[in-house]
Structures are given as structure tokens and as C-alpha cells.
């Protein structure tokens, strides 16, 4: 049967725009497609570089958490001292003539300022540097990272780290004193005409920081908090014939006054300051305070009678090595976190110095070392030493003594 024209047109025309939606749909497909692709590769072009970003910003905040020990071996690379007097390594150390020597812990090493030579050891024996300080008069300040070196009542001061000179400074005024925080920052007191002293703090640089005037109170010792802001000072002034011992709060961001003060009367004189975030503690010759670092409201006191001899200060216990002027015998008193007293011992006639680490109390007396354990002060052992000592210091599990004309060495059970 014929189709007629008509009808085969019709179909014709049908099928024709059947393929052009057909080709439409598949158009708008591949365009769709095409749509979504570039926006999927824009969008993992988005998330490497977002991770990019992020790998980048947790680099520089492992690196800027870790500056210190990652820069550390570049500080004062250029003025590295390379002089030395011996190339032996071992004990004992042969020391070198000198009218006083200052035995110091400094880290893993130990440093000996002589009255013309400033030098380090490791605790091998080995002599990393021997410099010639040139000071009349020196006197050395250590952390476990920094040496600080200065002209007692002179005008040049300088910050040494293992191998290098940091920088070197001089002040208008002679120097009393200095003290250095763990974070190095070093502080320079002085005598000043006008004023009874001068306090100028330093940053690791030797960029000047803060500046202290004293016009009738002398400046007894200086102390960080652990805040890298504050310093506790001591002073001592007289009122009535009386003298009056003082702790004051100061912020080094900050020319206003002191954030509180403390004081108390008794003819104290200070010879010893400790601070940390939650309290400052003041030993003094014949008494030691503790007041809150926060608003220097009175914690505790203890009062001893006696010659001081020495002392040792940390956040939780606190040691005073003190002749009783009642028995005539050498005392050690332990005193808890709190400054309550714990326990008492004897000394030893021939005790020299104390010192305190792990929670041990090490009492160099005569040709021996005594050791205590803890706050009650229990007698541990003694390790029988083959010459008489004047100063020991203590690094890792040996004594490092300091002998008329030798430096050697005591390992410790």
C-alpha cells in the first residue's frame, strides 16, 4: 500500500526532530560534563593549595616553637673563639695560677674564670675555648646555654654561648652586679652619682630593654619570673637606724611602677632571690620569705639564728646551710614548698658548700661528699674524695671538683 506524501513527510519531519533532541540532550551533556570537570579540577586546585598553606603554616610554627634550638649553633658564629690553651682531654684538669678561681655548671659543660682567663670544658676534660677577658676584676653568671661576663666595678660586660661571644657591651656607670634568665636576658646593676643605682635589662641580643632607677634603696639581687616579662628585685634601705628589706615586682614592658612591693624589717640583709610564676623567695642572713608572685601578699617566713653559709633555692624545696649561734654547729635546715621547716642535720665540721639536684642534697665536707635524700634530710651515702676541694658542681651522674691546683672528676651510684 502507497503511503501518501503527506504522511511520509510528517513521519520524516518526526524523526528528524527526534535526532536534533537527541543531539541536543547529548550537547548539553558533554557540556555539562565539560561544566563539571573544570569545576572538580578547580576545586582539587583549591584544596592543594588551602594544604599547602596549612603544610606551610605548621613548618613555620614548628620552626618559630623550636627557633632557639634550631638557630642556636648560628648564634655568634661570627665571632667564634678559637684560641686554646691545651688539647689534652681527660681528668684531672691541671689548673692554671690565678688568685681566685669561679667554678661554674654551664649545661653539659663547666666553665673556670681565672683573673685572666675565661674558660670551657665538657665533662670529658676537653678545653673548648680559653679566652682572655682582660677584666680586672671578673665575675661570671651561667645558664645552661649562656656564660655572663663582667667587670666588677669596671664598665664592660659580655654574654658568651659554648664556642662564640655574643656581643660585648660597656655602661656609663661601674658595675655591681649582673643576673641572666634562662631565656637570656641579661641584667646589668650599677653605681650611678645621682642615683643609689641603676638597673638595664638586655634582650639574647643585647638590645636594650628596660631601665630601672633606685634613687635611695640599694639594689640587692634581681630574679625572672618565668613569664619573660617580669623581674623581682630586692633592695634594702634604713629607716630609723633600721634596716628595711623590700621585694618589688617590675614589668620590663613597662616604664609605669612597680606591680606590688613587699616589705619587712629585722635588719635582714638579702642574699639570695628566687621567682617563678606562683612565688618569690628571699633568703636573707638570718631569715628567708616567701610572698605570692601574683600580688606579693606574705606566704611564709622562717627565722634562724646564725652565720649563713650557704643556701639552696628551688620551687619546691629549699635548703639553708647556717652555724647555729646557740650549739656552735653546722645546720642544715630543709624547708618545704611552703618555707614550713622539715627537717634539721648536722653539717659536718668541715662543710663547705651544698648543693641540691634530684631532690638530693650533696654537702661537700672536707675529703668527702655526704648526700641526703629528700626534704627529711636522710642520710644516703658519701663518696670519699682523693684531695681536699674547695667547690664541686654536679653535671648528669658525676661531681666535678674544684682542687688547689686541679679540676677532677666522681661518678655517682
Excluded at 663582667?150 to 657591651?169: G, P, Q, R, V, W
Excluded at 674547695?390 to 682542687?403: E, N, Q, R
Aim: proline share 2%.
Amino acid at each position: 500500500m502507497k503511503i501518501p506524501e503527506k504522511e511520509k513527510r510528517n513521519v520524516e519531519l518526526a524523526a528528524s526532530a527526534k535526532a536534533a533532541e537527541s543531539s541536543k540532550k547529548e550537547t548539553t551533556a558533554r557540556k555539562t560534563n565539560l561544566s563539571q570537570l573544570r569545576k572538580n579540577a578547580k576545586n582539587r586546585k583549591t584544596l592543594l593549595k588551602l594544604l599547602a598553606v596549612l603544610a606551610f603554616l605548621i613548618l613555620f610554627a614548628a620552626v618559630w616553637m623550636n627557633a632557639d634550638t634550631i638557630f642556636e649553633p648560628l648564634r655568634g658564629i661570627a665571632s667564634k673563639i678559637e684560641t686554646r690553651t691545651s688539647t689534652s682531654v681527660g681528668f684531672p684538669v691541671s689548673l692554671p695560677g690565678s688568685a681566685g678561681y669561679s667554678f661554674e655548671k654551664f649545661g653539659e659543660n663547666f666553665s673556670l674564670l681565672t683573673d685572666t682567663y675565661l674558660y670551657t670544658y665538657r665533662t670529658t676534660g676537653e678545653q673548648i675555648y680559653a679566652l682572655r677577658h682582660g677584666y680586672s676584676n671578673p665575675s661570671q653568671i651561667t645558664t645552661d646555654r649562656r656564660i655572663l661576663l663582667y667587670d666588677k666595678a669596671s664598665y664592660s660586660f659580655a654574654l658568651y654561648n659554648k664556642t662564640s661571644l655574643i656581643y660585648e657591651k660597656t655602661v656609663e656607670d661601674k658595675i655591681l652586679f649582673g643576673a641572666l634568665s634562662n631565656d637570656d636576658m641579661a641584667v646589668i646593676v650599677t653605681n650611678s652619682p645621682r642615683y643609689s643605682n641603676i638597673l638595664y635589662v638586655y634582650d639574647s641580643g643585647g638590645n636594650w630593654k628596660y631601665t630601672k632607677k633606685f634613687a635611695d634603696e640599694n639594689v640587692m639581687q634581681v630574679a625572672f619570673t618565668e613569664d619573660g616579662e617580669h623581674i623581682i628585685v630586692s633592695t634594702i634601705s634604713v629607716d630609723s637606724g633600721e634596716i628595711v628589706t623590700s621585694l618589688y615586682k617590675y614589668s620590663i614592658r613597662s616604664d609605669e611602677g612597680y606591680k606590688w612591693k613587699y616589705s619587712f624589717r629585722g635588719n635582714s640583709m638579702p642574699c639570695g632571690l628566687y621567682a617563678d610564676l606562683y612565688k618569690v623567695t628571699c633568703i636573707c642572713d638570718n631569715s628567708a620569705v616567701m610572698v605570692s608572685c601574683s600580688d606579693g601578699s606574705l606566704i611564709n617566713e622562717y627565722n634562724f639564728g646564725g652565720n649563713l653559709r650557704d643556701f639552696v633555692i628551688s620551687s619546691d624545696f629549699t635548703a639553708i646551710y647556717y652555724n647555729d649561734a646557740s650549739t656552735n654547729l653546722n645546720t642544715i635546715v630543709s624547708l618545704d614548698g611552703a618555707l614550713n621547716p622539715v627537717a634539721t642535720v648536722n653539717a659536718g665540721a668541715n662543710a663547705q658548700k651544698i648543693l641540691l639536684s634530684n631532690d638530693i642534697v650533696y654537702v661537700l665536707d672536707g675529703m668527702q661528699i655526704k648526700t641526703f635524700s629528700g626534704t627529711l634530710l636522710e642520710s644516703t651515702d658519701s663518696i670519699a674524695l682523693s684531695e681536699d676541694c674547695s667547690d664541686f658542681i654536679k653535671i648528669a651522674d658525676s661531681v666535678y671538683l674544684l682542687g688547689y691546683d686541679t679540676v677532677n672528676t666522681e661518678r655517682i651510684n
